[in-house]
């Protein structure tokens, strides 16, 4: 119970830092492994990933919060809804760690949030991993680091309408999945931001970028201690 306890205190603590000589790293998101294409036509198929890393982060931490935002010109259709509501809920898995990938970020004895939020008014989602534990005993800035990975089953999605909950359509349809916010906590509790990189979005079905990623899914930032009344029990 304890460390439970300490584990929420230390998710919940966030104040803005600034930061002059710590090496803070920088996010990028991509398909399938840490560093391969920006955009990709998924298969109709299980493990469909899109990962979110980083590199070049050498400071001693206990805690991160990284989001994404998924939009399409028109709304997200049936094949991209894994929300509750949503045509494809159950066949989305948010993780920490791939071993096929690049190694995980955090230490043991984790304590996370995840959420996968759909929007009915801008027709966009935003899915959320935040992740505290006692603080790493080292970590190096030469490696790349796994912060998030959407591994999503797309067995039932299929191109044109679908025939709901049998099928969901849109398959087809043009995604933009963009990094919206991305942040780690030093081991005094203030919250930093992660330095975005050049490859801070990934579409789907869409080589030419025509959904304008990623300005085409834009957020309202929100910070780790707007979270905390969520998790006062």
Partial sequence: MKVTRFLLSVLLLGVTASVSS???GTVSASWQTCTSAVDRAPLAAPGQKINISVIGHGTLHKAY???MMFGSPGGLRDAWRFDADGCNFG???????????????????????????YDSVTGKTRGLLANAYPPVASVSAATRYLLASFNFDFTYAVAGAGDPPNTCGG??????????????LDLAG???PFLPG???YVTANDPNNTSGCPGAVPTQPKTWGSLKNQYRN
């Fill in 22 to 24: 710590a090496q803070i």
């Fill in 65 to 67: 919060d990284v989001r």
């Fill in 91 to 117: 066949q989305l898995v948010m993780n920490e760690v791939d071993a096929k990938t690049c190694p995980a970020f955090q230490g043991p004895g984790s304590l996370q949030i995840k959420k996968w939020e």
């Fill in 171 to 184: 398959f087809e349809a043009p995604v933009c999945a963009a990094i919206s916010y991305a942040t780690w």
């Fill in 190 to 192: 203030n919250e930093i």
């Fill in 198 to 200: 050049a490859q801070n």
